[in-house]
């Protein structure tokens, strides 16, 4: 991936990385794809939880971990939200988010995307959580031009 730019966020509270989350979901226009990197406990869920509020979801959000994959209903799309976390390879939960890239109806976010990331576009986002003991987290963001929109002025 091509990272035109990047950009650090520091979030002091769960209720900080969620506005962020939030903010971003306001913006998405539909067929984004967004790669969450972080360890454990790291904030990647409560920004989903964020991104789909943004995005008019009123769907309950939870880590997919267990189930692989969540689908959250908006109104003009749906968020399918992947977690590779258990798995050794991508298997068949690789050909469905193959299928989901690149549809204007989907907004795609992949955590732990290690397995799968020779099949995802150059034009995503990546933000990479890093916590603190406190409770805080610092974000980095990078994005390539073409997403610039997302994160304007944050």
Not at 30 to 42: A, M, N, T, W
Not at 62 to 81: M, Q
């Amino acid at each position: 991936m091509i990272d035109n730019q990047s950009k650090k966020i520091l979030c002091l509270s769960a209720k900080e990385t969620e506005s962020l989350g939030e903010k971003i979901g306001k913006r998405l226009r539909g067929g984004e794809v967004i790669e969450l990197s972080s360890d454990l406990g790291g904030g990647k869920t409560t920004f989903v939880r964020g991104l789909a509020r943004g995005a008019g979801s009123k769907d309950n959000i939870s880590s997919p971990s267990f189930t692989i994959k969540n689908v959250y209903s908006a109104p003009r799309y749906e968020i399918w939200h992947f977690d590779f976390y258990r798995l050794n390879q991508a298997g068949m939960v690789g050909y469905e988010l193959e299928d989901a890239l690149g549809d204007s109806k989907i907004i795609t976010v992949i955590e732990w995307a290690k397995d799968v990331s020779k099949v995802l576009p150059e034009d995503r986002l990546k933000i990479q959580f890093t916590p603190s003991p406190d409770e805080s987290r610092e974000l980095t963001i990078r994005w390539p031009e073409k997403l610039e929109y997302l994160v304007r002025e944050l």
